[in-house]
């Protein structure tokens, strides 16, 4: 069943709504509205393809169902039940409800969440005229999102995570996540003609990120999805959207990227999942302490996600590496820098005040996102 207008939500890390926004204006989609956490947007079946496709910074995306104030449990009761489920529910659907309650009257969130899968079922009930659901067919998450009273209904689309891109079946203990990485990129002034170099790579999380970008790769082209599976979108548009996304990559274009980090299971792992990703060919990974690190040109970008000295005992071991790129970054000024770190008192380590600073969440780990911005390269460096 065809419906002129969905509204869509792309969920969001704090701080990153601003880099979902652009990316949605990127991809065409219209009456784009940004939020604390999440981008709300209005488009066709197609759009929810192209979102979960195309989207690198965002969490999920959602079909948000409705929205509503509700104090008491028959008022949440009443309102989902308004909801047209059907729509997107057949009669062969598993569906199950998350939730989260926040600042709200109604602060249990198991209480709400069976209330909500009562409301849906009796909805059903009234539209497929039966009294028992098979569930045998696709899966639907549900989630109800409680903030300040106000109630917001939407269904999964895309199942795991964005950050789950298929690349990556091996990661290091405290791995970047694959969203967090694009936007970092994204932040800064790095464009595919520049050089990037990430000298505390790890698994190589940056550097393929900036190659999937470089090479027009959609972040989601090796991997599936919950709505694949849903009646109301269908197999065809996915065929069609995943041909377009692979006839829209660019392997002619090799860009300049490197990845260093001390430790070599890390640098095997980054090789094997830049193999995965299919950008191996852009990037140069090495084995090598930062304190040895060698700039390979200038005007280059350099975009880090270091150690933060955590755990105790690593905090005087991560403070020296900052000393040392602070002093490497200081004998070659054309170059911008862009580091991710929880230690607050980076900058007097690093020797320089930062030109813009952002507010970051890694995980539950809040971070500042230190910007030191380099001239712009000359014509023929460009």
């Known amino acids: 069943m065809e419906q002129s207008k969905i509204q869509i939500i792309a969920s969001t890390t704090f701080?990153?709504?601003?880099?979902?926004?652009?990316?949605?204006?990127?991809?065409?989609?219209?009456?784009?509205?940004?939020?604390?956490?999440?981008?709300?947007?209005?488009?066709?079946?197609?759009?929810?393809?192209?979102?979960?496709?195309?989207?690198?910074?965002?969490?999920?995306?959602?079909?948000?169902?409705?929205s509503f104030t509700a104090v008491t449990f028959t008022e949440l009761f009443d309102q989902t039940k308004a909801l047209p489920w059907g729509d997107w529910i057949p009669v062969d659907g598993k569906f199950t409800v998350v939730g989260k309650s926040v600042k709200s009257t109604l602060f249990s969130v198991s209480d709400c969440q069976a209330i909500v899968k009562k409301a849906i079922v009796e909805k059903l009930k009234e539209k497929y005229h039966v009294d028992w659901f098979d569930e045998t067919g696709a899966n639907y998450t549900v989630q109800v999102s409680i903030l300040k009273d106000v109630v917001t209904l939407s269904i999964d689309t895309s199942g795991s995570g964005l950050h789950m891109r298929g690349y990556r079946a091996n990661a290091l203990d405290a791995p970047l996540k694959e969203t967090l990485a694009s936007a970092l990129i994204q932040l800064s002034y790095w464009k595919k003609d520049r050089v990037l170099l990430d000298p505390f790579c790890g698994?190589?999380?940056?550097?393929?990120?900036?190659?999937?970008?470089?090479r027009n790769i959609a972040p989601g082209l090796n991997r599936s999805f919950a709505c694949e599976k849903w009646e109301r979108i269908g197999q065809q548009?996915?065929?069609?959207a995943r041909k377009a996304a692979y006839q829209a990559i660019d392997y002619d274009y090799t860009p300049t990227l490197y990845g260093s980090d001390i430790d070599a299971n890390a640098i095997d792992l980054a090789k094997e999942n830049a193999e995965k990703a299919g950008v191996d060919?852009?990037?140069?990974?090495?084995?090598?302490?930062?304190?040895?690190?060698k700039l390979p040109c200038r005007y280059g970008i350099l975009i880090t996600n270091p150690p933060y000295g955590e755990r105790l005992g690593d905090l005087r071991l991560v403070e020296d590496m900052y000393r040392a790129l602070g002093r490497i970054m200081r004998e070659d000024m054309t170059w911008s820098t862009y580091l991710m770190t929880s230690m607050e008192h980076f900058e007097s380590l690093f020797g320089?005040?930062?030109?813009?600073?952002?507010?970051?969440?890694?995980?539950?780990?809040?971070?500042?996102?230190?910007?030191?911005?380099?001239?712009?390269?000359?014509?023929?460096?460009?």
């Not at 698994?203 to 470089?214: L, N, V």
């Not at 005040?353 to 539950?364: E, Q, S, T």
């Open 15 to 66: 701080g990153l709504e601003a880099v979902v926004k652009r990316e949605c204006q990127a991809l065409g989609f219209q009456n784009i509205h940004t939020y604390d956490g999440k981008v709300e947007f209005e488009g066709s079946e197609k759009d929810i393809v192209k979102a979960n496709l195309w989207l690198r910074c965002a969490g999920r995306v959602w079909v948000k169902m409705g």
């Open 203 to 214: 698994s190589g999380t940056i550097p393929i990120e900036a190659a999937m970008i470089a």
């Open 237 to 240: 548009l996915w065929k069609d």
């Open 281 to 293: 060919d852009c990037i140069t990974f090495t084995v090598q302490p930062v304190e040895e690190l």
């Open 352 to 382: 320089r005040k930062a030109d813009k600073k952002r507010k970051l969440f890694n995980g539950r780990i809040k971070t500042d996102y230190y910007q030191y911005e380099g001239p712009r390269p000359p014509k023929e460096n460009q």
